[in-house]
């Protein structure tokens, strides 16, 4: 089977850890889905400061609920999981979210698959099932995930037209990140 992979994915890892890095690809997602809140490409919300609060919260959250489910979520194409485990310094995450710009703005894909369903396709996305349920497990392990359960509600406003894709929406997610995080310190 991994050979098979290897034909399509030439760097597919076979590994027996598949929570690790679903984990990490859960906390690359849920910044992906905020990115996609916006018309804006991947690499232009990641290279904006003004976002930088929304990705890091969003980050942290993740990586919390994954530490106290007891996973140790590991990396792929310039996400570093590590830049947001609890106590890690924000200048790793800070310099994680730099490399995810610079990485996004050199690959093909502009946008995320999320964006193509809510901007091109006018369809409902995979929210309840990739990041709602991060916010179900949190409950379950005691972490708060204010940024997450917000994501999940803005994205859903955009599904039901109730909410534009545009940078207001996003900011109402950056605002709760920057509110919970001074609520945090």
């Given amino acids: ?9 030439p760097d597919a890892e076979l590994t027996d850890d598949i929570w690790s890095y679903l984990w990490g690809k859960l906390g690359y997602g849920a910044m992906l889905f905020a ?20 990705w890091i919260r969003l980050g ?11 996973v140790r979520p590991r990396g792929f194409a310039g996400f570093d999981p590590e830049a947001f485990l609890p106590g890690a ?11 995810l710009a610079d990485y996004t703005s050199k690959t093909a894909k502009t946008h995320s698959g999320v964006w193509r369903d809510l901007a091109v396709r006018k369809r409902r996305t995979e929210v309840d099932v990739q990041i709602a349920i991060i916010a179900e497990i949190a409950g379950e392990v005691g972490v708060e995930v204010p940024a997450i359960r917000s994501l999940v509600d803005l994205v859903h406003d955009v599904e039901e037209g109730r909410r534009p894709l545009s940078r207001d929406t996003l900011q109402v997610l950056v605002d709760t990140c920057n509110s919970a995080s001074t609520t945090a310190s």
Wanted: hydrophobic letters at 45%; proline letters at 6%; one cysteine or more.
């Fill in 1 to 9: 089977m991994h050979r098979l992979l290897q034909v399509f994915e």
């Fill in 35 to 54: 990115t996609a809140l916006t018309d804006d490409s991947m690499s232009a919300n990641f290279a904006d400061p003004e976002r930088t609060p929304a």
């Fill in 60 to 70: 942290r959250e993740v990586m919390a609920v994954a530490v106290a489910k007891g």
């Fill in 89 to 99: 310094p924000e200048s790793a995450a800070r310099a994680c979210i730099a490399s």
